[in-house]
């Protein structure tokens, strides 16, 4: 005769058949494995940039930016005092010299480090926009970068909250003097 069912088999069957435990498990298949068959940062660029036309309103710059590949000791002199407190900086864009910084370790056949370049591309499309700030081109950046990702099971590691703050362009003391 079997008696009940240990808790602790309870819940690994919970978490397998209901909720976001199992479904954050589960593998999915690149929808478009293309980004990860190429053989240079080139070929990985002109593979994000079709997607974002496919998925923006962002026009490509008429001349694609600059890559280059920083130590995070050296993105800390280029970056300087706009440093964002909402995620670990993985990639920068410089608008005056149009130039894209990667850190790192970096490799173009790993799903967020390829969305980093990504997100960094949508920086240099939105270079011909007006922004209050620059902290307001950044929701739009993670959103889609985001959406990249989700679409091959996975999902920005980033402080929505934190985005959402930064990209209104608000003081940030409000203390009176």
């Not at 990667?102 to 011909?128: G, M």
Request: hydrophobic share 40%; glycine share 4%.
């Amino acid at each position: 005769m079997l008696g009940p069912a240990p808790a602790g088999l309870w819940l690994v069957a919970q978490m397998m058949f209901s909720g976001s435990a199992w479904a954050d498990a589960i593998v999915r298949l690149d929808p478009e494995p293309e980004w990860r068959n190429t053989d240079s940062i080139t070929e990985l660029v002109e593979v994000l940039d079709t997607w974002l036309d496919q998925n923006t309103a962002f026009q490509r710059p008429e001349t694609s930016p600059t890559i280059e590949f920083i130590s995070a000791s050296y993105a800390v002199s280029v970056q300087g005092s706009s440093a964002s407190s909402f995620v670990q900086t993985r990639g920068l864009f410089d608008p005056e010299s149009s130039t894209i910084y990667l850190i790192l370790p970096w490799d173009r056949k790993n799903s967020h480090d390829a969305s980093v370049l990504l997100h960094e591309l949508v920086h240099a499309r939105q270079v011909a926009w007006h922004y209050y700030c620059p902290g307001a081109q950044e929701e739009a950046a993670y959103r889609l970068q985001d959406n990249w990702l989700r679409e091959r099971g996975l999902h920005a590691k980033v402080n929505w909250i934190a985005v959402v703050l930064e990209s209104g362009c608000n003081r940030r003391d409000f203390h009176p003097d």
